[in-house]
């Protein structure tokens, strides 16, 4: 255990600023002011919340003590005893910036937010000023902060095609992304390998769509194939409630439905998408990209694809719908007579441009239901749509280049944040390949040092990926995401400079803690130094 005898030292030899053992927030905030004493939290507490956003926050602060320490507060409109405060103070002079003040004295537990988000992001401070053991009363240390976050967009994501995850996994995930003061969840629900979502115009699609006869065993291509039926989607009144969930924990659920590519479990199911002579189509039982790919050259693809769109635009409120565009092999279109006819038609260079013709073609309609996409940086690739939010995936040149033209960026490079990457060198557990430790993904800058201040702007900010080959369970999903899930809240939260591996490394001990209290699973490469 080095490292925990690094820890002590660190406590004792670093600034008090560092406040190891009363103040150990994860992501750091802006500005902690120590004071004296503690605020002591009973089971007659109360939480005085008037507003209805209010409200649901302290519901939500109320949740966690009842799972991890047993007991709720009352929640009541009057300020009683020594009482805890959550009041938004929905400022209007100018714009907001997220930013909430958090202040506890021996006395009073005050949050004040100056939007409802605030006010909730707050509450995940208060939670990480409670004690690391269960108790029936719970001491909080006299502090002042105040806080706000430096990235508007703070993501995971969740491939649930390669293997489907259960509503209330899913809701726990949702759970963790709040803990983390995390804002948005990327839900992947279309592949090869499987359609997750139902769609009531199309019924083949979850019925044909959201099976596979098997997956393969081991490492691609595998080293044989289980032959046991795969299957798992989520009904439309279940999304419905995942996103009301993830509402009222102030997380906005972007949808991605893939295309062109990575549609052959939306081609079993309706083999008229595809091109002409093409098939026969199964929905995928091993990993990879394969060539068949939606017909971009019939009418009736757009048709189909605006259709399933329009049920999406019903459940998701999000301004942001994905729509993938990566990794599409243009094999099939360059021998489509559909295809090529379509690229005559158009004054198309070539099968790339015909892509962005496809992209854009979606955007527009999209646009008309007020609505916004993001795709992979591929869409760049022929040219890219007028209004297109751009993720960068394949490192970061795809986002440096969308963002000197003035596009928004939310960037997810590989090599910084991609989840399904192992966190040691040698690890016993499947996974896809990559070695992204917790150090490297701690010293990810999101905004690259070739654009100007004024391109900087056009990064929204970051989210980690996690896609789901060789994760087939929930606790493999815990394993991947934590720690490294806390180090990339940090990066997208606090300031630049205030970001300091020496700092967090001591603050992290009790984030391991906290997983125990959440019983979730996690590595502990940590534990085994950087070398593993």
């Not at 502090?143 to 993501?155: E, K, N």
């Not at 199964?282 to 694809?305: E, H, L, M, P, Y």
């Not at 040691?424 to 390949?433: A, F, N, P, T, Y």
């Amino acid at each position: 255990m080095l490292k925990y005898f690094l820890f002590v030292t660190l406590c004792i030899a670093i600034s008090p600023a560092v406040s190891c053992q009363r103040v150990s927030i994860i992501p750091q905030p802006v500005s902690v002011q120590e004071g004296q004493g503690d605020f002591l939290i009973s089971q007659k507490t109360m939480i005085s919340a008037v507003d209805k956003e209010d409200v649901k926050t302290a519901n939500f602060f109320n949740d966690y003590l009842f799972k991890v320490y047993g007991f709720k507060l009352p929640v009541n409109k009057k300020k009683a005893g020594k009482y805890i405060e959550i009041a938004t103070r929905k400022s209007t002079a100018g714009p907001t910036t997220n930013t909430y003040t958090l202040k506890v004295t021996p006395t009073a537990i005050r949050l004040n937010g100056d939007t409802y988000d605030a006010s909730f992001f707050g509450v995940q401070s208060l939670i990480q000023l409670l004690p690391v053991q269960v108790s029936s009363s719970l001491t909080v240390p006299a502090v002042t902060i105040v806080d706000s976050p430096r990235f508007a967009y703070r993501g995971m994501h969740l491939d649930v095609g390669r293997h489907f995850f259960p509503v209330q996994f899913v809701k726990k995930y949702i759970d963790y992304i709040a803990l983390h003061k995390m804002n948005y969840f990327h839900w992947h629900l279309t592949e090869d390998q499987g359609w997750r979502i139902e769609i009531k115009k199309y019924p083949k699609l979850t019925e044909i769509g959201s099976c596979r006869n098997g997956t393969i065993i081991g490492h691609n291509p595998g080293t044989g194939n289980d032959s046991i039926r795969y299957c798992g989607f989520y009904t439309q009144e279940e999304i419905k409630d995942v996103v009301s969930y993830a509402t009222d924990r102030h997380i906005t659920v972007i949808p991605e439905i893939e295309m062109p590519g990575h549609a052959e479990a939306a081609l079993t199911s309706y083999p008229f998408l595809g091109c002409p002579g093409t098939g026969p189509y199964q929905v995928q039982q091993r990993w990879g990209v394969f060539k068949n790919v939606f017909c971009a050259g019939k009418d009736s693809t757009f048709q189909f694809i605006q259709d399933v769109l329009d049920e999406v635009l019903t459940l998701f409120p999000s301004r942001y719908i994905h729509i993938g565009g990566d990794e599409c092999p243009k094999t099939n279109w360059k021998s489509c007579p559909l295809c090529q006819a379509r690229i005559k038609e158009q004054g198309l260079k070539d099968e790339h441009e015909l892509q962005s013709y496809f992209i854009q073609r979606i955007e527009k309609y999209l646009n008309s239901k007020g609505r916004q996409i993001i795709g992979w940086d591929e869409i760049l690739e022929g040219g890219l749509a007028p209004n297109a939010t751009v993720m960068s995936w394949r490192g970061e040149e795809g986002g440096i280049a969308a963002a000197k033209q003035n596009h928004k960026v939310i960037m997810t490079p590989g090599s910084y944040v991609y989840f399904d990457h192992s966190q040691v060198q040698k690890d016993d557990s499947l996974h896809i390949g990559g070695y992204l430790p917790l150090e490297k993904v701690y010293s990810y800058e999101p905004v690259p040092k070739e654009l100007n201040e004024e391109q900087g702007k056009y990064i929204l900010g970051a989210q980690a990926n996690v896609w789901t080959e060789y994760m087939a369970y929930p606790s493999k999903i815990e394993y991947m995401i934590f720690p490294r899930m806390s180090a990339l809240s940090e990066v997208l939260w606090s300031p630049k400079q205030a970001r300091n591996w020496s700092n967090f490394e001591p603050r992290l001990q009790n984030q391991f803690k906290r997983y125990d209290l959440w019983k979730a699973n996690y590595s502990k490469a940590f534990f085994q130094g950087k070398s593993q």
